[in-house]
């Protein structure tokens, strides 16, 4: 058994050692001691952009390496504090050429490459078929450039394939007030947790969003309401009122009138009405029953659809048959 320490001074801490262990601040991987390769997000982290015909600029970033060469090699952290300037060699004369563009660590303990370094590099294409090359052990693939048959110089910004991959630590940052949160660097992505309030907030499209908050109102489903007169139909305006009081605005999403008796002659029409005022403000898109038949279907073109807390509904007969008028009407209220 090896048990790996950061720090203690009665021991001897190997650079393995040092890898292994500052994986404990770094996003978990595919098993136990390995964590996730990739750049530390910030906006044009690692961006590729034009310097040259055939040159280019890799921005400053830093990023987490594996190391593929021993299980056990660890994870090395990789600073670039300044832009890498590349050069591209110029197409070939029969093929388009797929170049790649990565961050490599050279580790000759475990590698046996004759170096101790990191270094972005680019792995030339393929000459006879354009093809990309494998990218060597302990790399991140960050872009593939496809270079033009006979190309004397590159527009990067259409030739480009963005190959980067992301990682970080796994805490969001927790913060005291939205003073403190407001003092962060605004990155598309970046959370935080509220120690005032308890809520778990995210940066995007340049504003704070709370994505978990620390309580979730607990609101009662609304019971559909259902409005009936019993017995033989008459027009008139409904008397009984069916009042919201869940302490949210619900929404309305159809109705549907019935009848235990059909008319014959003509249809029966109903209208419902919010607060007095009809919600069919298209009065042609009421319920309406036609002849012979028991229901009007389930109606959802209402023109207002809000129910708001403390608000009610009542429902009028506007139409009834003109043979037998119907009877034992029902309208139901979908939410």
Known sequence: ????????????????????????????????????????????????????ALQANVAPFIAVVDGTSNALQGQIVVVVDTAELLTFSAGEPAVA??????????????????????????????TSTGAANAVPASSLLLWEVTVPI?????TFTSARIDR??????????????????DAL?????????????????????????TIAPATT??????????????GTLVTGTGKGRFYNDTGSTLVIT???????????????????????????????????IA??????????????TNWANGSYLTVDVDQVGSTIAGGDLTVQISL
């Open 1 to 52: 058994m090896t048990i790996r320490t950061l720090a203690l001074a009665s021991g001897v801490t190997s650079l393995q050692d040092h890898r292994l262990a500052l994986g404990a601040f770094m996003t978990p991987g595919a098993s136990v001691l390995e964590r996730r390769a990739g750049l530390y997000y910030y906006p044009g982290a690692a961006d590729l952009v034009s310097a040259a």
């Open 97 to 126: 050429r797929t170049d790649r563009v990565v961050l490599q660590v050279r580790d000759t303990a475990y590698d046996g490459s004759g170096s101790t370094d990191a270094r972005v590099l680019i792995v030339k294409g393929n």
């Open 150 to 154: 006979g190309a004397s110089s590159i």
């Open 164 to 181: 980067r991959v992301w990682t970080g630590t796994p805490l969001r940052i927790p913060v005291n007030s939205s003073t403190e949160r």
């Open 185 to 209: 660097t605004g990155i598309p992505g970046l959370e935080v947790t509220r120690l005032d309030t308890g809520d778990i907030q995210q940066y995007w499209a340049s504003a704070w969003r």
């Open 217 to 230: 109102p607990t609101v009662p489903p609304a019971t559909p309401p259902t409005l009936t007169m019993s």
């Open 254 to 288: 159809g109705v549907r009138a019935s009848v235990g008796t059909a008319p014959t002659g003509a249809s029966i029409v109903v209208d419902v009405n919010l607060n007095g005022t009809t919600i069919f403000t298209t009065q042609g898109n009421r319920p309406s």
């Open 291 to 304: 002849a012979s038949a028991f229901t009007s279907g389930k109606v959802t073109n209402m023109n207002v």
